[in-house]
């Protein structure tokens, strides 16, 4: 229960610190974030005009710095976060609820997989150590997650979508079909997701094969793997239940960071196949300089990222009592 408590206060003091600091940096930043999105399109403003789109963007320039903060921080834990400027009048809430499931299902999915396959990869790897699965597979997906995620984007538009004509590549479903919960658009959807999700998972496999791999080839060499060994326990037996159980806690932080980080998506990935997911969004958000959908974004990513550190240090604290016995 101690364990509990400071993991729960630790994840509660990071969320303030991080919402204070998403607060801070924008009002920090020059400029008028107005002025540069109406300048785009309609030239100067007069004050009238300008003090009228400021209120309706919900952009206070002479407001008391104590009473927008606790106004701010009320707005977020109600999940209110202003209005995006550059999908006006549309709120920030609903323009990031359109794209949010988007990137959840492309890249949550496929950093689920890739870790999944590439720490029993890794260590199927090290248990068969100097085999021809050892030998193989994890040079040649370590080489290949050290491309860039657009380069190999690129390599499979021009392979399965342009020479093959396989696969489309653009956007998450077909323009000309109408969205509806039918079978027919889940598979339009599905097929638009096989390039992207294949660009994610053949880029991310190889970190997971080499991190499972070195964690098992020291923990095979552990006194109570051989005590196992000793006492004629089944190898499948010893391979999952001792040496990959305790190889697999080192791995649960990096798992978690990721996961958190599935909510900004796959940026690159995103932009090179036109994909309708959060990266994407992050990206026009900042090129329309469109501060309360950055900073709404901003928040969501932070806020994933220390929600999954915290699941994952339960999860270790449950696989191994040692950690919780230290506190």
């Given at each position: 229960m101690r364990y509990l408590v400071r993991r729960i206060g630790f994840l509660l003091i990071a969320l303030w610190a991080a919402i204070t600091l998403?607060?801070?940096?924008?009002?920090?930043?020059?400029?008028?974030?107005a002025?540069?999105?109406?300048?785009?399109?309609?030239?100067?403003?007069?004050?009238a005009s300008l003090h009228a789109i400021e209120v309706a963007f919900g952009i206070h320039t002479h407001e008391n710095i104590f009473v927008a903060y606790?106004?701010?921080i009320g707005n977020t834990l109600q999940g209110n976060f202003g209005t995006s400027l550059s999908n006006f009048p549309n709120s920030v809430t609903s323009v990031i609820s359109k794209a949010l499931p988007w990137t959840l299902g492309l890249v949550g999915i496929t950093t689920i997989l890739g870790f999944i396959i590439g720490t029993a990869v890794g260590a199927i790897?090290?248990?068969?150590?100097?085999g021809v699965l050892d030998s193989v597979l994890p040079p040649v997906f370590i080489v290949v997650s050290a491309f860039p995620y657009f380069w190999i984007g690129l390599m499979a538009i021009w392979l399965f979508a342009i020479t093959l004509n396989w696969?489309?590549?653009?956007?998450?479903?077909?323009?000309?079909?109408?969205?509806?919960?039918t079978v027919s658009f889940i598979l339009d959807i599905l097929n638009h997701a096989v390039l992207p999700a294949f660009t994610i998972l053949i880029t991310s496999i190889g970190g997971w094969i080499l991190t499972m791999r070195n964690n098992m080839i020291t923990v095979v060499a552990e006194d109570?793997?051989?005590?196992a060994r000793a006492k004629g326990l089944r190898p499948r037996r010893i391979l999952w239940q001792y040496a990959g159980r305790n190889a697999l806690l080192p791995n649960l932080t990096g798992f978690a960071m990721s996961l958190g980080f599935v909510i900004s998506g796959a940026i690159l990935v995103e932009f090179?196949?036109?994909?309708?997911?959060?990266g994407f969004m992050l990206l026009q958000a900042v090129e329309n300089e469109d501060y309360p959908l950055m900073q709404?974004?901003?928040?969501?990513?932070?806020?994933?990222?220390?929600?999954a550190i915290f699941l994952s240090d339960i999860a270790t604290a449950i696989l191994d009592p040692r950690t919780r016995n230290q506190e």
């Open positions: 998403n607060f801070f940096i924008p009002r920090l930043m020059p400029g008028n974030p002025i540069a999105m109406m300048a785009k399109f309609h030239g100067h403003l007069n004050p606790v106004q701010y790897a090290a248990w068969r150590r100097g696969l489309p590549f653009l956007g998450g479903y077909t323009e000309t079909v109408t969205p509806t919960f109570y793997v051989k005590m090179v196949f036109n994909y309708p997911g959060v709404a974004l901003f928040l969501l990513i932070t806020v994933a990222v220390l929600v």
